[in-house]
Structure formats: C-alpha cells, structure tokens
C-alpha cells in the first residue's frame, strides 16, 4: 500500500538554525499538506500546496515557514530562524485531487526539538 | 467550519463493540464525515469517511442519521492495539483539516 514518508524521524536544532523537513508524498497525489502538533496538543493545519502553489495558509504559517517540491517526489518544509515554540511533530500529508472523496493520507512525523 | 464534539474518553473491553458518537450540528451541505485514528507520536491514520447514511470498511463503519447533525463510529469486536486516539472531522470546501481533541479510546484486557 502507497504511503507517505517523512525525513528526518528525528531533528534536534539550537533555537536561530534553519531546519529543513522533507516529505515523499504518495506518488499520484496532487495535493501536499504540513500540519504540526504540538506535544499534548492537537493536530494544527500549517499550509496546503497545489501546482506548485500554496493554496491555503493558517496563521501559524508566517514568514519564517516556507514550502517547495523541489523535484518530482518531495515536498520540504522549512523554517528559517528556529524558535522554541517551533518544538512539535510536524506531519505531511497528501491527497488525490480536490473534491469528492478526497482522503487526506498522512506520514509518519518528524519530531522537531528546538533547544 | 464545522465544529464537532465528541466524547474525550471511552473505556472499553476487549471483544467488544466501540461506538463512539460525535455530533456536529453545523454541518454544512457540501461538508463530509472523516474519522481518524492516531497512535502516540505517529500522524492520523484515516480509517473511514461519509456523507449520508450508513459506510462500511475493513475496519470500522460510520452510521449517520438524516439530518446529518451527528455520526457514529463504530468498530466490531476491538483489540488491545485499538486503543488510539479517534477524531471525528467535517470537512467541505476548505482543504484543511480541523482536528479536534478527539476521543481517547482505551482497551482494556
């Protein structure tokens, strides 16, 4: 069964360094998704990206969150200056097409600590 | 977007039927009915999605009454690895996906 995987599981940064997450979407979606979660916390939606756009962006997603598929295959978070609060799981997702029926499928996770 | 609600927590044992029931009295008419699982420290699994009436899977089926203002999650005959978090979501013409704090199912032996 085709599922997504997320790189690295694990990421320790100093607070001010630049982390990039990495996501391998299922290989015939079009629609790519970042959520986080802070520990104990709900699932927080980030941002949603379509032919190579962001399509919808929560308010957590400010300047220092940025998202690209650089190639074919991923699909990369990255946050520019790490703050504290930036500490969570951070989950990609993707999804077959818009409308009708559409699942979103999630990966695994990476566990982001901001010392 | 609609809100739902839905039990915080439910114990059940082994062997037996879960239903967890959510309402969501502001469901819109475009909107669908998703569930999702979760384990500690690994991302939401989809388990089942409806819009009207009754869906059956391998795995759980989903019961919703005509008005729509409410859903039931039910799963046959559950196991020990069962135990999860569950969230009931209603989704439409927004692509995100509004987590709630969902329903902490424990199984017991």
């Known amino acids: 069964e085709p599922e997504v995987t997320q790189t690295p599981s694990h990421q320790v940064t100093q607070m001010g360094q630049e982390v990039i997450l990495r996501c391998v979407p299922i290989s015939n979606h079009l629609y790519f998704y970042w959520y986080r979660q802070i520990l104990g916390q709900k699932v927080e939606f980030l941002v949603s990206?379509?032919?190579?756009?962001?399509?919808?962006k929560s308010e957590i997603f400010d300047d220092q969150f940025s998202v690209e598929r650089p190639d074919g295959s991923n699909f990369t978070l990255k946050i520019r200056s790490t703050k504290l609060e930036d500490s969570a799981m951070y989950f990609c997702a993707s999804s077959s097409r818009k409308g009708v029926d559409e699942t979103q499928y999630f990966g695994p996770g990476t566990r982001l600590l901001v010392l | 977007l609609a809100k739902t609600t839905q039990p915080i927590s439910m114990d059940s044992y082994e062997g037996q039927e879960v239903n967890i029931t959510c309402s969501h009295n502001n469901i819109a008419t475009n909107d669908y009915i998703t569930w999702y699982q979760q384990f500690p420290s690994q991302g939401p699994r989809f388990i089942i999605q409806?819009?009207?009436t009754k869906v059956t899977n391998e795995v759980a089926s989903l019961f919703i009454p005509a008005d729509r203002k409410s859903s039931t999650l039910s799963l046959p005959r559950v196991s020990l690895s069962d135990t999860a978090v569950y969230y009931c979501?209603?989704?439409?013409?927004?692509?995100?996906?509004?987590f709630g704090s969902g329903t902490q199912l424990t199984v017991l032996p």
């Open positions: 990206f379509y032919n190579n756009e962001i399509s919808e």
């Open positions: 979501l209603v989704w439409g013409s927004a692509r995100q996906l509004t």
């Open positions: 409806g819009y009207k």
